[in-house]
């Protein structure tokens, strides 16, 4: 008994208050929150700090390092995984034993379980993005090399991102890292969430008593085809003549308006002769936009929710009519100070303390755009705010 060994990386508490003399099922502490979760094999427990709300899973040792270790290494490559925060050994405990590990991650604010949805309301018109997006979070981890081994609807979270939704994986335990993965191994994934997400419709409709219709079981399926098709689109080399060198910027375009990132670019004659060339993109991760904002601003936004507020910036920059890539750099500086970080406070004023107030500035973004389009005009902020208000914040209505 005593004091667990506890690796926590930096601007996060020590977690040292926490009863680790007991199993986290048996805490009756006052930063335990009750939060509704999917379903899942081990104790989980959420905790609140100043800093922010913690998920904390209890798994044998070797497993818990394992989970920490790969989410560490996963989240420096990609965006949508769930943010490792520590880990706990209870030594004295034999290894083998549930509660000798523990796995400490950031709550992904504003996400809720797939599950959750498809017991609840179902995905209605939202559909399609909802299983694009199960689809490209599955892309994404294959592109990066992480074969996650137990993609179910209890371990794939999902949030507004603007005017899409983002998929998020939490959930390592099973997942390995590879250098790149082989075809072999993605079918083997792909199957894998198959039948995840088959046996979690039926697990459903058994809860509920009811039949369980072609068309739920088949959303795996549903999902590995779009999988596919988003694979397809990204992987595929394109060959050009000598004077179709456009195409490669083309190309790239592409890949950046689907959010990915072009890491590099080979290019290798044709082995069918002439003087045309097979052109071959790297693609990496769908974090095109929201790198972008970063480096411009330092503003923390999810893909599509940074593709909208980059183009306010070009907004403001057209209006202050900066061109040269200083005279950017300031504006995007002055843009953040004069305009976004104001309306961030005056939002966080109107809305309730637990609204994602990103989305809400994207809400307000979009509005403003209507409000143009329908008036042809540039509507101003304030206007544009006080209208927005009225209306009762509206959201971004759903495209099917
Ligand atoms: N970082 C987090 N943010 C938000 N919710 C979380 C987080 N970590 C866990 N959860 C919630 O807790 C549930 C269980 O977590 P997790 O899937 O890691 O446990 P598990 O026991 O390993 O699951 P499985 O049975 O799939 O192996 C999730 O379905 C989710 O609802
Ligand atoms: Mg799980």
């Given at each position: 008994?005593?004091?667990?060994?506890?690796?926590?990386?930096?601007?996060?508490?020590?977690?040292?208050?926490?009863?680790?003399?007991?199993?986290?099922?048996?805490?009756?502490?006052?930063?335990?929150?009750?939060?509704?979760?999917?379903?899942?094999?081990?104790?989980?427990?959420?905790?609140?700090?100043?800093?922010?709300?913690?998920?904390?899973?209890?798994?044998?040792?070797?497993?818990?390092?394992?989970?920490?270790?790969?989410?560490?290494?996963?989240?420096?490559?990609?965006?949508?995984?769930?943010?490792?925060?520590?880990?706990?050994?209870?030594?004295?405990?034999?290894?083998?034993?549930?509660?000798?590990?523990?796995?400490?991650?950031?709550?992904?604010?504003?996400?809720?379980?797939?599950?959750?949805?498809?017991?609840?309301?179902?995905?209605?018109?939202?559909?399609?993005?909802?299983?694009?997006?199960?689809?490209?979070?599955?892309?994404?981890l294959h592109l990066t090399g992480c074969f996650w081994g137990d993609?179910?609807?209890?371990?794939?979270?999902?949030?507004?991102?603007?005017?899409?939704?983002?998929?998020?994986?939490?959930?390592?335990?099973?997942?390995?890292?590879?250098?790149?993965?082989?075809?072999?191994?993605?079918?083997?994934?792909?199957?894998?969430?198959?039948?995840?997400?088959?046996?979690?419709?039926?697990?459903?409709?058994?809860?509920?008593?009811?039949?369980?219709?072609?068309?739920?079981?088949?959303?795996?399926?549903?999902?590995?085809?779009?999988?596919?098709?988003?694979?397809?689109?990204?992987?595929?080399?394109?060959?050009?003549?000598?004077?179709?060198?456009?195409?490669?910027?083309?190309?790239?375009?592409?890949?950046?308006?689907?959010?990915?990132?072009?890491?590099?670019?080979?290019?290798?004659?044709?082995?069918?002769?002439?003087?045309?060339?097979?052109?071959?993109?790297?693609?990496?991760?769908?974090?095109?936009?929201?790198?972008?904002?970063?480096?411009?601003?330092?503003?923390?936004?999810?893909?599509?929710?940074?593709?909208?507020?980059?183009?306010?910036?070009?907004?403001?920059?057209?209006?202050?009519?900066?061109?040269?890539?200083t005279g950017k750099a300031i504006a995007a500086i002055r843009w953040?100070?004069?305009?976004?970080?104001?309306?961030?406070?005056?939002?966080?004023?109107?809305?309730?303390?637990?609204?994602?107030?990103?989305?809400?500035?994207?809400?307000?973004?979009?509005?403003?755009?209507?409000?143009?389009?329908?008036?042809?005009?540039?509507?101003?902020?304030?206007?544009?705010?006080?209208?927005?208000?009225?209306?009762?914040?509206?959201?971004?209505?759903?495209?099917?």
């Open positions: 008994m005593g004091t667990p060994k506890l690796h926590i990386r930096p601007g996060n508490p020590d977690f040292l208050d926490l009863d680790w003399d007991r199993p986290i099922d048996d805490w009756d502490h006052e930063r335990l929150v009750t939060i509704p979760t999917g379903i899942h094999r081990h104790p989980v427990q959420f905790v609140a700090y100043t800093e922010g709300l913690y998920a904390i899973k209890e798994l044998p040792r070797d497993l818990a390092y394992h989970e920490f270790e790969t989410l560490r290494r996963l989240s420096t490559r990609i965006r949508p995984v769930a943010r490792p925060v520590g880990v706990v050994d209870r030594h004295w405990l034999d290894g083998s034993i549930e509660g000798a590990g523990a796995v400490i991650t950031r709550y992904v604010d504003h996400a809720f379980p797939y599950r959750e949805l498809v017991q609840g309301s179902g995905f209605g018109a939202r559909r399609n993005q909802m299983l694009d997006a199960f689809a490209g979070l599955l892309v994404q993609c179910s609807l209890s371990n794939v979270l999902y949030r507004y991102d603007a005017n899409q939704i983002e998929a998020i994986m939490i959930d390592a335990e099973t997942s390995r890292l590879y250098e790149t993965m082989t075809a072999g191994q993605r079918r083997e994934d792909i199957e894998i969430m198959i039948m995840n997400v088959a046996g979690g419709m039926a697990d459903i409709a058994a809860s509920q008593g009811t039949e369980v219709d072609d068309a739920d079981l088949n959303l795996g399926e549903d999902v590995a085809e779009r999988y596919a098709a988003l694979w397809t689109e990204l992987q595929h080399d394109i060959v050009i003549g000598p004077d179709e060198r456009y195409r490669i910027g083309e190309r790239i375009g592409r890949l950046n308006d689907l959010g990915f990132d072009a890491e590099d670019v080979d290019l290798t004659p044709d082995p069918s002769g002439g003087d045309r060339v097979v052109v071959k993109i790297a693609v990496g991760g769908r974090n095109f936009h929201s790198n972008r904002l970063r480096e411009l601003t330092r503003i923390e936004a999810s893909e599509n929710q940074a593709r909208q507020i980059l183009s306010d910036l070009q907004y403001h920059e057209a209006r202050l009519g900066s061109t040269s890539a953040r100070v004069d305009v976004f970080e104001p309306l961030m406070l005056r939002l966080a004023e109107t809305r309730e303390g637990e609204a994602d107030l990103v989305q809400a500035y994207c809400d307000f973004l979009h509005h403003r755009f209507i409000l143009a389009r329908r008036q042809e005009r540039d509507v101003p902020n304030d206007e544009a705010f006080q209208s927005w208000i009225d209306h009762g914040h509206p959201g971004y209505e759903v495209e099917d």
